[in-house]
């Protein structure tokens, strides 16, 4: 509660016979003038002005905001909740049970160790899309989850018990933006604080970075790390600049043809070129009335990829029918709209506040686009898709040989329906042979033959994954429901997906599984291949499964660069599956016609997707739905009762999760034999006071990396391959290859995480061409410096051997540093392999902020240098000098790197130094470092 109340802000809103204190952000001289977002923020300072961490002088320089100056001002934003899923939630609550530990071993009590914020945990990391296809593949693989995270689910169901404040949302439930777009977002909160009923605008942080899927709702919040996220349950406010404001005004209406995910890559694509990194984005105008509340939350979800912090929504009318459909109670409705009017943040399209900068998208010039091969930005133009993909190709595959690709335009390209065997096919069987691509590279197409006696030709290009994934998408009927037509219409003109595509289907919640029942879309899309294989993540996370058998097989005997269309924004680079190099983002129905076309060398417009029982060509127009089909089974599938009734019980959970044997008590009882739950060494040897900063002398170059290198590439995902220390440290402890499970479903495990700390196959670690004759060499390798002759080593085994032989390291970077997912083990790895600064050329938000909150200080070069342009290489011996200046209570501008020539240095090689900025961006950020890290700041506080 608010102790000072500067401004007299305290007031009283009644709705219905209940009355709410609430914070008048019009007490404040110049809030009339503030965006939605901005006001968000100076309720929250108003409510918790303490006079210390949150000052009068702060309230009244968001009041005073400048919208054209660069941001400045540090203020203290106090979540009212914090959202999590279990891959990144499972060590926030491994780091509570030891921090009760801890406490308790430095004289504290440990039930002072509970959230002090609300914090909730959606489990839907975990599913892996093992069986599909089939009727009974949701499940054997929700079976399959619980056998392989048993360990785990019984930690996180103790911790339900044991603290406060924390609910559990169980496997098998729903995607957790979608869960919290659809349940767990009130917009406005109510909450009992002090002894006094408060309402107050609904703000989140969450442990992924598409929490910002919920400022469709106008609710303010955005990714943090699970670092972070820590904190902010133990009630440490988030420190952050006011930041800049970007005004994206809508006009117009979505063409027919156009779906919401063309909408949000076309905005992606605009606020990428220009440039929103640190800013909010919020949409405004006459055309926001117009936009669905499910289309708001899928470019909300979107916001990682553009960059921005939050991409905001104000709260209208379209916001509280929403509300209504998915079950929320009247009193609940009405408080939003009352408190929203009240406190001036309902949309008024007629009035236009100010912003930091101004841009502007007509929807009805919006057309159909696909983004990749590699990055959810790099959007492409339906039309210009097969075109684009042949230039892309010569990126994944060696087209070396005399029919380039090029040339088999002429020579023999087949449509990916047509039948007949491809140039040079032995095969002798008279039925049809499909033909994935008229691409080739170094190999020729590759013939398979299936176990049921199928034969087709596999070649660069060809589908092998076709996803319906994601809460990007599955939380918007509209292109779910598109996806089921276009299913239908293909059935009914005798279409199928092609043998080599694994076709998944994975809901954001039981509600679409309800509405695809009720219009019997399910059977259509199950005709295709498209059965449900869980209520998760799935396939955006890289929990694909296996591909289909021969088609893995022939991948990897004839290196073939294969693709994966999905509808999740997370079409990384080596993150969808280990055999598939190109991954594509599609709308829902662009999934389906793509399984159905089986190649991505396919022009819609001019190639047919196969020929109908009257023999005449189907192409995509044909059986592509109308906006008024898809709006009749939306109006008639789709009903109040189906949210109500899916929500009743949705922290109750199934048999499965209620059978869980679970331990009691305050204190964790840690299994020393477990391999997925694991007490973490960040409080070894820790005492109340501080140790001095000191600065970084004698390091050594772990990684030197290019641009775009993602938390995906740092931090441990996907499955655990065979022969790397991972695997090795599972195997000593009595794990079976088969039960490696996933990175994810292991973040439990600091022994297993560190392992797989800069361990991505697709890795590029330009130190390891010096003993590869300069060719790239991808995974998760290095050089030994402490060996005499620095050979190549897993990047793991030589921190071991540096951290023995007390050595610091460092890593080189290039623009747009620790960009994707907000993976907290990106930054715990990093500091876990005796990482003590990171020097790129810019870094992403949240892994910047992770790196202080573990201990390493992230560091940029000068602007306009990189480590090439320096002339460094990585074979340097790096000092760091003026980080002492910190303990002084001061954060210095810069500071001084001295990278001296070593033994294994090119001859002739000379010194380089250069200042470097320091990106401890806050005072807040600073006191972290000094304690070497968020935790320790938190836990000596709390004691």
């Known amino acids: 509660m608010s102790t000072v109340n500067s401004f007299g802000a305290k007031s009283t809103l009644t709705v219905g016979s209940t009355d709410y204190e609430i914070f008048r952000v019009d007490t404040v001289p110049g809030f009339e003038k503030l965006p939605f977002s901005l006001k968000v923020l100076l309720e929250n300072l108003l409510r918790t002005e303490d006079g210390a961490n949150v000052t009068k002088s702060q309230i009244e320089a968001l009041g005073s905001w400048d919208a054209a100056a660069e941001p400045s001002t540090e203020i203290q934003f106090s979540p009212a909740r914090v959202v999590m899923q279990d891959f990144t939630g499972v060590p926030c609550i491994v780091d509570l049970a030891t921090m009760r530990e801890a406490v308790t071993a430095l004289g504290g009590d440990p039930n002072k160790i509970n959230p002090l914020s609300p914090a909730e945990m959606v489990i839907d990391h975990s599913v892996i899309a093992d069986l599909f296809g089939t009727d009974n593949a949701l499940e054997r693989n929700v079976e399959i989850e619980y056998e392989r995270n048993g360990e785990r689910y019984q930690f996180l169901r103790w911790g339900q018990t044991a603290f406060n404040d924390f609910k559990v949302v169980p ?73 800049r404001v970007v005004g994206f005004k809508l006009t117009g209406q979505i ?8 909408v949000v890559l076309t905005i992606t694509d605009m606020l990428r070129k220009h440039g929103v990194v640190g800013k909010f984005v919020e949409f405004y105008g006459e055309g926001v009335a117009s936009v669905p509340l499910a289309n708001r939350a899928t470019i909300g979800n979107m916001s990682p990829e553009f960059g921005s912090t939050a991409a905001i929504f104000p709260i209208d009318a379209v916001t509280t029918e929403y509300l209504r459909l998915t079950g929320r109670d009247e009193q609940a409705v009405a408080l939003v709209e009352e408190y929203a009017k009240q406190q001036r943040l309902w949309h008024d399209p007629a009035v236009e506040p100010v912003f930091s900068e101004y841009m502007e998208l007509d929807l009805g010039t919006v057309v159909p686009s696909i983004a990749g091969p590699k990055r959810p930005q790099d959007r492409i133009l339906l039309s210009e898709s097969k075109s684009q993909f042949e230039k892309d190709i010569l990126n994944y595959a060696d087209a070396s040989t005399s029919d380039s690709i090029v040339d088999l335009e002429s020579k023999h390209s087949f449509p990916a329906s047509d039948p007949g065997a491809a140039p040079g096919d032995e095969h002798t069987d008279t039925r049809p042979v499909h033909i994935s691509s008229g691409v080739s590279g170094s190999s020729k197409p590759v013939p398979v033959t299936t176990p049921s006696g199928e034969k ?41 997906q092609k043998p080599w595509v694994k076709t998944t289907l994975g809901p954001g919640s039981k509600v679409v599984t309800d509405y695809y029942e009720k219009s019997g879309l399910d059977k259509d899309l199950e005709g295709l291949g498209f059965y449900t294989v869980g209520y998760g993540c799935t ?19 004839h290196d073939l660069a294969v693709t994966a269309v999905l509808s999740g924004n997370r079409n990384f680079e080596g993150r969808i599956s280990p055999d598939v190099k190109m991954n594509y983002l599609a709308s829902p129905p662009l999934v389906v016609a793509y399984a159905l076309a089986g190649s991505m060398h396919f022009d819609f417009e001019t190639d047919a997707l196969g020929k109908d029982e009257q023999g005449d060509d189907v192409f995509l127009k044909d059986i592509w739905p109308a906006p008024d089909e898809v709006q009749e089974i939306i109006d008639s599938s789709i009903s109040r009762e189906q949210f109500i ?15 869980l044997p679970t331990p009691t008590g305050p204190i964790f009882e840690w299994d ?3 391999t997925y739950v694991r007490r973490p060494p960040y409080f070894e040897g820790m005492t109340m006071e501080l140790t001095p900063v000191s600065d970084i002398t004698g390091a050594r170059v772990l990684a030197t990396l290019g641009d775009s290198v993602t938390t995906d590439h740092i931090s441990p995902a996907g499955n655990i391959k065979a022969a790397t220390p991972a695997a090795k440290y599972l195997e000593e402890h009595g794990v079976r290859q088969k039960d490696f499970n996933s990175f994810g479903s292991r973040r439990g495990n600091h022994e297993v995480m560190i392992r797989g700390t800069f361990a991505n196959i697709r890795l590029k670690n330009q130190l390891v061409r010096a003993v590869n004759d300069g060719a790239e060499v991808e995974g998760g390798y290095t050089r030994d410096f402490t060996q005499a002759e620095a050979p190549q080593s897993f990047i793991y085994d030589a921190s071991q051997n540096y951290q023995e032989a007390g050595t610091p390291l460092v890593i080189f970077g290039g623009k747009e540093y620790g960009s994707g997912s907000s993976r907290d083990w990106a930054a715990k790895g990093t500091s876990l392999l005796g990482v003590k600064a990171v020097i790129t050329e810019s870094f992403e938000r949240i892994h910047r902020s992770n790196l202080i909150g573990m201990g390493v200080v992230p560091l940029q070069f000068p602007a306009g240098e990189s480590w090439e342009t320096l002339g460094l290489d990585g074979t340097e011996v790096v000092s760091i000098s003026g980080l002492k200046e910190l303990n002084n209570g001061t954060t210095p501008k810069t500071v001084h790197v001295t990278a001296t020539p070593s033994e294994h240095s090119p001859e002739g090689k000379q010194a380089v130094e250069f200042d470097a900025v320091v990106r401890i961006d806050t005072p807040g950020e600073a006191d972290y470092y000094r304690n070497g890290g968020i935790l320790q700041y938190v836990l000596r506080s709390l004691v």
């Open 171 to 243: 496997p098998g439930t729903g995607i957790v933006h979608q869960v919290n777009i659809e349940h767990l977002a009130k917009v406005i909160y109510d909450r009992v604080n002090g002894g006094v009923l408060q309402a107050y605008p609904d703000t989140c942080v969450g442990t992924d970075s598409h929490t910002t899927m919920v400022n469709g709702l106008g609710v303010l919040g955005w990714g943090v790390g699970g670092i972070e996220a820590e904190a902010a349950m133990l009630g440490q406010p988030v420190s952050m600049l006011i930041p």
């Open 672 to 674: 020393e034999k477990s």
């Open 539 to 557: 396939i955006c996370i890289g929990n694909s499964g296996p591909l289909i058998e021969e088609v893995s097989a022939a991948i990897n005997d």
């Open 255 to 262: 063409p027919a043809a156009v779906t919401a995910t063309d």
């Open 456 to 496: 087709y030709i596999l070649d660069h290009g060809a589908v092998t994954l076709a996803a319906i994934t994601s809460c990007t998408n599955t939380s918007n009927p509209s292109v779910m429901i598109a996806a089921g037509l276009l299913a239908r219409k293909a059935r009914e003109r005798g279409l199928k």
């Open 645 to 659: 009734k899916q929500y009743a019980t949705v922290f109750d959970g199934d048999e499965r999760w209620t059978s």
